[in-house]
């Protein structure tokens, strides 16, 4: 009979990352924002086990989303989390819990979640590729989510934080500001790449008094006709833009 694995130490990240789930449980929002679901609450088991597997020592290069989507991090409390790649390839399949008020036409399923998230399948399919393990490419990277929250219409529409209107829009950045200078502090990257123009632009506001550099590279989203023709391409081309060294 084989030994288990060892289960991983608790990453020094959990702290940062509790303090901010509380904080923006505390904030609120009107229409046209009808639900707010919080994955680091209701998925917090499986965001625990990334953190813990993945979140220890420093980095050199901290990727950074915008926000979850409501079938990847949404599901799974993963960042970019397709379930299928959160699964298979990251080795994270724990129980999910339900946000207090659930949308009827996006519930939260978990890793029973049958659904793709194209964003994800192409993020960690290139990391798949180009790292082949996880470890080794969490050895020099880490992926993170500038905001948490995923906010949706009445009629299940995903609205993005840029979105919001300014009385809301401006605690909720200043709060994800400090935690990303928090990470910053705690992983010491030589560089900050926002996946995406918001997260790049909310690196370089959030971090304009330290001394990292920040660069940019494409977001997956189906929704930019660029990353439909060869994503992978694209973002290795910022990536070693930026002087971002791949394997």
């Given amino acids: 009979m084989g030994v288990p694995p060892k289960k991983p130490p608790p990453s020094p990240l959990r702290p940062l990352t509790k303090s901010l789930a509380h904080d923006l449980d505390r904030l609120a929002f009107g229409a046209p924002v009808a639900y707010v679901y919080n994955p680091l609450v209701y998925a917090w088991e499986a965001h625990a086990c990334y953190l813990d597997r993945f ?45 207090p008020r659930e949308h009827p036409k996006r519930p939260v399923l978990g890793f029973g979640f049958p659904r793709a998230e194209v964003s994800g399948t192409r993020f960690w399919g290139w990391v798949q590729a180009r790292f082949q393990t996880p470890d080794r490419f969490f050895e020099r990277f880490f992926v993170t ?86 994503w992978a391409a694209a973002a290795e081309a910022d990536l070693k833009k930026a002087g971002v060294r791949l394997v």
């Fill in 55 to 99: 979140g220890h020592g420093a980095r050199e290069v901290l990727l950074v989303g915008m926000n979850p989507g409501p079938f990847g991090m949404a599901q799974c409390g993963v960042p970019f989390g397709d379930v299928t790649m959160v699964r298979e390839f990251l080795g994270i399949d724990t129980a999910v819990g339900k946000p």
């Fill in 145 to 230: 989510n500038y905001c948490p929250l995923a906010f949706m219409e009445e009629s299940g529409r995903n609205r993005t934080p840029d979105k919001l209107p300014p009385l809301e829009r401006e605690p909720l950045l200043e709060r994800c500001d400090e935690a990303l200078r928090q990470l910053v502090d705690a992983l010491s990257p030589r560089i900050v790449i926002g996946v995406g123009t918001f997260a790049r632009a909310a690196a370089l506001r959030a971090l304009d008094a330290r001394s990292v550099e920040v660069a940019g590279i494409l977001h997956p989203s189906p929704a930019n006709p660029r990353a439909n023709k060869d």
